[in-house]
């Protein structure tokens, strides 16, 4: 039992006299106090209760303590119970202390005899979805696509940590505009198969010039518009020499961006190509499916007119099948996500396409038959799609549409989150001249941004510099292994840690710090906790714990036996931050500890063995946490 027992038992003893007070049932939130000396939680009840009941909140609270908790709290005096004592704030609150002896002892057990400690059953194994990255396969990633990725991998951590049975999906657009423009690039632009640049990954060629230069290419020979045009056709048929170049591109790019995710720790389940759900019967099913309902129009007139447009209250009409047959990629989205809930029938196989770094199999959607044994995709409970906030409005349609074929779409969530930014600092490292801006908005289109791996390998270099001159004897291996674990920490966690709805303004400098909220900065208080093991003779696990009063002791101990409770308030918010934001404060609470409560040279013996037990709680609790933000803990850094 750890913090969660204290709550609940504040909850109990709360209800109970309530009940005997003869109050009405009533809602009540139990918090920690903005100050210490207010205890280590507080009751908002008697704020409640006034309201009704038309008392002075102090008086409320007065009468639960007096009455109720006092004599509760003197009967259990000889027994067990979280609750050491009980007060009424002159302002109403009702505060509580905890009993620490009873605290240290319960957290320190549970967490040193279960390796799995926080890992709260709260999904109870339901299926859930969840696709992010992404990516259109005709570029690299870049620090955007990122977030993306380290935010949808999280979630999948989360999930799988509180006992969801999770299933990872990337969706492959390999039929679409972008695709399209690489294809017009090497066919009919000019330019080499190959990079002249040999060291230079296809997916960077692809993106950083091919992409780029055709695009400023068409404004200036519209006959390439054309050819964009016949090739998107030719890729939606997919039966053509251009539908295989197509192919043969997109897998190519499609490997060296699985390289770069696979490097920051991300794994997935499956890949769902768009090709395929464009050739299956998917989209005929949807199509007759939205007649029917009629929410899809033939449109007569207008500019849309000899379009199929997608017609919902409170929305504009959205073009689904253009005039020429081919379809948006809404129109293919619909399906997917029907397919996603088990609304419409699976027309896959499914094959495995490649071992991941993890050893777990990465499979792929097949139209072709076969008898392969894999994992139920499709059917979730839940589906999160996570993708920007700028898909907000489509993501909004796609639910109204599932809403109006089913009864389910309330298991459809867009997980949204706000675009990376680049600091003054960041672009300027890498030459980006942005003038007296203080940041830079990234565009794929017009070659602006800055490439996941050009980042990663800088983070790298840095850090390894560091690493060197904190461990002059370590071999070069060793430090490029430290090295690449802080860069991916770094970047992970920098993109993590903020709400989801603001705008992440990266700087490549702050997110490498030993020092504030960063990812190093947990691994270094980690690495901290492993060294004092280290130098501990011996260890004993107590059956007794002797807490003493050293105040940062008790709120390492109280964060330390928070974890399952912030794993919880994770998984129902949907939200990695609140598991960023809880390491950061165990890593704070940590080092405190280690300034203000000596350990090794604690002389009373059942206090060092005792500290020595949380600084082992702490590394597991951290641990924990750390995986759970894909974040490998090092014992050296």
């Not at 319960?106 to 990255?133: A, C």
């Not at 799988?160 to 657009?173: E, Q």
């Not at 807490?547 to 709120?555: D, K």
Request: proline share 3%; with cysteine.
């Amino acid at each position: 039992m750890t913090f969660r027992a204290l709550v609940n038992e504040i909850h109990n003893a709360i209800s109970v006299s309530l009940r005997n007070l003869d109050y009405p049932e009533q809602e009540f939130e139990i918090s920690e106090p903005s100050r210490n000396e207010y205890g280590d939680l507080t009751c908002n009840v008697s704020f409640q209760l006034s309201k009704k009941i038309k008392k002075r909140p102090f008086d409320i609270a007065n009468e639960i303590v007096e009455k109720q908790l006092k004599p509760y709290l003197n009967e259990k005096k000889n027994c067990s119970t979280f609750i050491l004592a009980a007060e009424a704030h002159p302002a109403g609150y009702i505060n509580f202390k905890a009993n620490f002896e009873k605290l240290t002892e319960s957290t320190l057990n549970e967490v040193l005899k279960n390796p799995n400690y926080g890992f709260y059953d709260f999904g109870k194994g339901k299926l859930v979805l969840i696709e992010h990255t992404s990516v259109n396969p005709n570029k690299s990633l870049h620090i955007g696509h990122i977030r993306n990725t380290v935010v949808g991998d999280a979630i999948y951590r989360i999930m799988k940590t509180t006992n969801h049975k999770t299933i990872v999906l990337n969706y492959v657009d390999d039929s679409g505009l972008q695709v399209a423009d690489i294809v017009v690039g090497f066919r009919f632009a000019g330019f080499p198969p190959e990079p002249n640049d040999k060291s230079l990954k296809f997916d960077h060629y692809c993106g950083d010039q091919v992409y780029v230069k055709v695009n400023e290419m068409y404004e200036t020979d519209p006959s390439l518009e054309e050819k964009r045009r016949f090739v998107l056709k030719e890729i939606e048929e997919g039966t053509s020499e251009i539908a295989k170049l197509a192919s043969d591109i997109t897998m190519r790019v499609l490997i060296e961006q699985l390289k770069t995710c696979w490097r920051i720790k991300t794994r997935y389940d499956l890949l769902n190509f768009e090709s395929q759900i464009i050739h299956s019967k998917m989209w005929n099913t949807t199509f007759e499916i939205l007649k029917e309902r009629g929410i899809l129009i033939l449109e007569v007139r207008g500019k849309n007119s000899g379009c199929w447009v997608l017609r919902l209250d409170d929305e504009d009409d959205k073009v689904l099948v253009r005039t020429d047959g081919t379809t948006t990629y809404i129109a293919k989205d619909i399906p997917y996500a029907a397919w996603k809930l088990g609304i419409i029938e699976d027309p896959f196989s499914y094959y495995k396409f490649v071992d991941q770094w993890d050893g777990s199999a990465l499979w792929a959607t097949t139209l072709e038959s076969n008898t392969n044994v894999h994992p139920k995709f499709n059917s979730a409970d839940l589906a999160l799609t996570v993708i920007d906030a700028r898909q907000a409005r489509l993501q909004r349609m796609i639910s109204k549409v599932l809403s109006r074929i089913s009864d389910e779409n309330k298991r459809y969530h867009h997980l949204a989150y706000e675009a990376v930014t680049l600091s003054f600092e960041t672009a300027k490292v890498f030459g980006l001249d942005i003038g007296d801006k203080k940041f830079l908005h990234m565009s794929g289109r017009k070659g602006i941004y800055i490439n996941a791996d050009y980042i990663l390998d800088l983070l790298h270099a840095k850090a390894f510099e560091e690493a060197k001159h904190r461990n002059p004897d370590l071999p070069a291996e060793s430090l490029n292994e430290i090295a690449e674990e802080v860069a991916v920490s770094a970047i992970r966690y920098n993109l993590i840690k903020h709400d989801l709805d603001k705008i992440v303004n990266f700087n490549l400098k702050e997110s490498m710090s030993l020092e504030g909220d960063t990812g190093p900065y947990l691994q270094y208080a980690y690495a901290r906790s492993q060294r004092i093991l280290e130098k501990s003779d011996q260890y004993f696990y107590e059956t007794k714990y002797k807490s003493s009063t050293e105040e940062a002791e008790r709120s390492l101990l109280k964060e330390i036996a928070k974890f399952d409770m912030i794993m919880e308030e994770s998984a129902n918010t949907l939200d990695p931050k609140v598991v960023a934001r809880y390491g950061y404060r165990l890593a704070t609470a940590f080092n405190l500890f280690y300034e203000k409560a000596p350990v090794l040279k604690e002389k009373e013996k059942q206090i060092m063995h005792t500290r020595l037990a949380i600084v082992k709680a702490f590394g597991l609790t951290l641990k924990n946490t750390l995986d759970t933000l894909g974040i490998t803990p090092l014992k050296k850094m």
